[in-house]
């Protein structure tokens, strides 16, 4: 879970796309079927526990905070709340995400048992859910399901056939794991237009480096990827020998793929993600492979225009397609098929694909229960139907307004900030102000919610449903290309426990998950709501002038609207901050990627400046008053850094140093107060402390 996640460029449509097989949270939340018991204490919820937003117990008072602020404020946190074993990680954020889906489970444990009174979306999820939940009917119908799939494969009779089946894979998986990726977003260039996008893909491993670093975790790492992959072949009745190869095969072209694929440092520059070209040059760059074939058969037309995000990686496909056998196209194929849909399968299918991805990978010791996932699951294929149940009894109108209230606060801040700043040229700030009127605020949950009555869901049929709501998914996706855009659309479903910025919406989206305690607390005083859900929200602000999203204008389009001196002052001031967070260590011997993180340590930054501010005018409408033995200034900061208190396993912060552009919870709390000095002087700090930079670094 990317907590306080900018939306990245294609986000949108990857989310859109992930939802069994990919890597990440997803991937921990697949449906599988395990032996799992429920604990006793294991049961849905009908109201939500209620945990301060500034929580001294949770506090390590014995701690110096001018030495390690993280440890002062989460310390006792870190000991009391050791990770559970079903996850990969621990956190805050992670607790009420849990608590979320305690909640969720109790809504539709009643949905699916009510017989009569329930509304056409009412009946679908809670439908969905009992058909989830019934594992007995899952198992026996075993890897069946995939039939239809395997038989397109086995049916090839040439590579000219690859554009129909890969296309009815696509559809039918939403997974870009197969050869690559196609999805609809916003242009660029003109972002009141969709367009198709044609994106890099077919891995299997969450990125890049994971098939090209010759160390010693990275080697072994593979080998077990190549037995995970054997057994997945053996389940679906290979011999050994057979598998074994096969899974050598599929390494194999992974890697090639691996290899003409960008960085994720590189995926965070628009310029370089984005190659509108008609149809006609795509096919240029792809010889051999009939596009006409695969737009007809995804329901396109071959005349718009398709942002090819990576030519390289087509390229390189292409020249893969040239050489390989058909054969083993073929095999490639069936893997990812079966990875793709491995969590709506059968135990063995679940158990096997969760021992390598949540397992190994990611330390998790043990598979969730069933009720979460299939909980995830509603979540991910019908969540604004699900969403309405949950804003319906978690989210009035009254928390929806005071959320207002605080992101003005926050908006009016930056504009001071804007107008005082005295490194930017009048001329830009302008344009910056002008950006900034523009910023739509999206909270708790859309104005229109999405129709779902064209998907059928049946009581007895958990592939069929989970397969017809991916369908419907793509499908609505793929149907926006060419026409102007919904502005009024929402990335994440309301119980989401996260947040984000879209630079081609420019909008700031609160679903109104993340605005429960402990992360957003009515009842407490304003200091430590400020520091916290204030500086969520103007972590999200600052995402539209972080070092990706400065680089659209107000209405998102990727457009240069700075002077270059003001460009290179930017750029001096973030490269404090990539040299200041280079230094810090997430695992082992493996330092932060200070490239990757930057928009993120930035936003984070910003943010806080931003809350100070805008509690400071709050300050003067509700004067505030120590309480539990701090003072006013110091509950800011505590409230703060608490959202941030986590534990994580080696295993899951070696994927995070790899793929996650958030630094680690301790230095996104460290990082941020020794570039304050609002922070040093409430809590008396000497200069020469470690919480206490001699050039603090400082950008917004
Ligand atoms: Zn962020």
């Known amino acids: 879970m990317g907590l306080h996640m900018r939306r990245s460029l294609l986000a949108l449509v990857v989310s859109q796309l992930v939802w069994f097989g990919a890597p990440g949270f997803a991937q921990d939340a697949a449906p599988a079927v395990g032996g799992v018991a429920p604990s006793a204490t294991d049961k849905p919820l009908s109201e939500f526990p209620y945990t301060p937003g500034l929580d001294v117990s949770a506090m390590d008072t014995t701690a110096n905070p001018c030495n390690d602020f993280y440890q002062y404020s989460c310390g006792g946190w870190i000991k009391n709340n050791p990770i559970p074993a079903d996850q990969a990680r621990w956190s805050v954020y992670g607790k009420l995400y849990q608590d979320n889906q305690r909640f969720l489970w109790g809504i539709l444990d009643n949905l699916s048992k009510k017989t009569s009174g329930n509304s056409a979306n009412q009946q679908k999820i809670g439908d969905y859910f009992a058909a989830c939940m019934d594992e007995d009917a899952v198992d026996k119908r075993g890897a069946q399901p995939l039939q239809p799939l395997l038989a397109a494969i086995d049916g090839m009779q040439s590579k000219a056939d690859l554009a129909a089946v890969l296309a009815q894979i696509h559809?039918?998986?939403?997974?870009?794991?197969?050869?690559?990726?196609?999805?609809?977003?916003?242009?660029?260039?003109?972002?009141?237009?969709?367009?198709?996008?044609?994106?890099?893909?077919?891995?299997?491993?969450?990125?890049?480096?994971?098939?090209?670093?010759?160390?010693?975790?990275?080697?072994?790492?593979?080998?077990?990827?190549?037995?995970?992959?054997?057994?997945?072949?053996?389940?679906?009745?290979?011999?050994?020998?057979?598998?074994?190869s096969h899974a050598k095969l599929v390494l194999r072209i992974e890697t090639t793929l691996a290899q003409s694929t960008l960085s994720v440092v590189d995926k965070r520059d628009p310029y370089k993600m984005f190659h509108k070209m008609p149809v006609a040059k795509l096919q240029a760059l792809t010889p051999g492979f009939d596009w006409g074939t695969y737009l007809k058969a995804s329901a396109l037309s071959n005349d718009s225009a398709i942002n090819v995000t990576e030519p390289k990686f087509y390229q390189a496909l292409a020249r893969l397609w040239a050489s390989a056998k058909l054969d083993d196209i073929k095999t490639y194929m069936r893997w990812h098929v079966v990875h793709a849909q491995a969590g709506a399968l059968s135990k063995a299918y679940v158990q096997e694909n969760f021992n390598f991805f949540g397992k190994t990978l990611r330390g998790t010791p043990q598979l969730q229960p069933r009720w979460k996932r299939c909980v995830a699951l509603v979540d991910a294929q019908l969540g604004e139907a699900l969403g309405q149940e949950f804003v319906d009894r978690a989210f009035g109108p009254e928390l929806k307004k005071r959320t207002l209230v605080m992101t003005e606060q926050i908006e009016q801040a930056m504009h001071d900030e804007l107008q005082q700043l005295d490194w930017m040229s009048p001329a830009t700030k302008r344009k910056a102000e002008e950006k900034l009127k523009a910023i739509v605020n999206k909270i708790g949950y859309p104005d229109t919610w999405r129709d779902y009555s064209s998907v059928a869901i049946a009581r007895d049929d958990f592939y069929g449903n989970a397969q017809r709501a991916t369908r419907f998914e793509v499908r609505r996706t793929l149907n926006k290309i060419g026409?102007?855009?919904?502005?009024?659309?929402?990335?994440?479903?309301?119980?989401?426990?996260?947040?984000?910025?879209?630079?081609?919406?420019?909008?700031?989206?609160?679903?109104?998950?993340?605005?429960?305690?402990?992360?957003?607390?009515?009842?407490?005083?304003?200091?430590?709501?400020?520091?916290?859900?204030?500086?969520?929200?103007?972590?999200?602000?600052?995402?539209?002038?972080?070092?990706?999203?400065?680089?659209?204008?107000?209405?998102?389009?990727?457009?240069?609207?700075?002077?270059?001196?003001?460009?290179?002052?930017?750029?001096?001031?973030?490269?404090?901050?990539?040299?200041?967070?280079?230094?810090?260590?997430?695992?082992?011997?493996?330092?932060i990627n200070s490239k990757l993180?930057?928009?993120?340590?930035?936003?984070?930054?910003?943010?806080?400046?931003?809350?100070?501010?805008?509690?400071?005018?709050?300050?003067?409408?509700?004067?505030?008053?120590?309480?539990?033995?701090?003072?006013?200034?110091?509950?800011?900061?505590?409230?703060?850094?608490?959202?941030?208190?986590?534990?994580?396993?080696?295993?899951?912060?070696?994927?995070?140093?790899?793929?996650?552009?958030?630094?680690?919870?301790?230095?996104?709390?460290?990082?941020?107060?020794?570039?304050?000095?609002?922070?040093?002087?409430?809590?008396?700090?000497?200069?020469?402390?470690?919480?206490?930079?001699?050039?603090?670094?400082?950008?917004?």
């Not at 990539?578 to 082992?588: E, F, G, I, L, M």
């Open 597 to 700: 993180t930057l928009g993120e340590d930035m936003a984070d930054l910003g943010g806080m400046v931003l809350a100070w501010t805008a509690w400071k005018v709050q300050s003067a409408v509700v004067k505030p008053e120590s309480r539990d033995g701090f003072t006013p200034e110091q509950r800011f900061f505590i409230g703060f850094a608490q959202w941030a208190c986590e534990n994580n396993r080696p295993e899951d912060l070696r994927v995070q140093a790899a793929t996650d552009p958030h630094s680690p919870g301790k230095y996104r709390v460290n990082g941020v107060v020794v570039n304050l000095p609002e922070f040093g002087k409430a809590f008396a700090c000497k200069p020469d402390a470690a919480m206490v930079s001699a050039k603090p670094c400082r950008v917004w």
């Open 171 to 244: 559809l039918t998986t939403g997974d870009a794991g197969t050869f690559f990726g196609f999805s609809a977003d916003q242009d660029f260039s003109n972002s009141d237009q969709v367009i198709a996008f044609a994106m890099g893909g077919g891995l299997g491993l969450p990125e890049r480096d994971y098939y090209t670093k010759q160390d010693a975790k990275s080697k072994e790492l593979r080998q077990q990827y190549l037995d995970h992959v054997q057994r997945m072949f053996e389940l679906l009745g290979e011999a050994p020998a057979l598998a074994q």
């Open 483 to 591: 026409k102007p855009l919904d502005r009024g659309e929402w990335g994440m479903t309301p119980p989401t426990v996260n947040a984000y910025y879209s630079a081609q919406m420019n909008d700031i989206n609160f679903p109104a998950g993340v605005l429960q305690p402990p992360l957003f607390d009515p009842k407490m005083d304003d200091a430590p709501g400020y520091g916290n859900t204030g500086g969520t929200i103007g972590h999200e602000l600052v995402h539209g002038f972080d070092d990706e999203g400065r680089q659209f204008d107000a209405k998102g389009n990727l457009k240069n609207w700075w002077t270059p001196q003001d460009n290179s002052k930017f750029q001096q001031r973030a490269q404090c901050i990539v040299n200041q967070y280079a230094k810090y260590v997430v695992v082992d011997n493996i330092k």
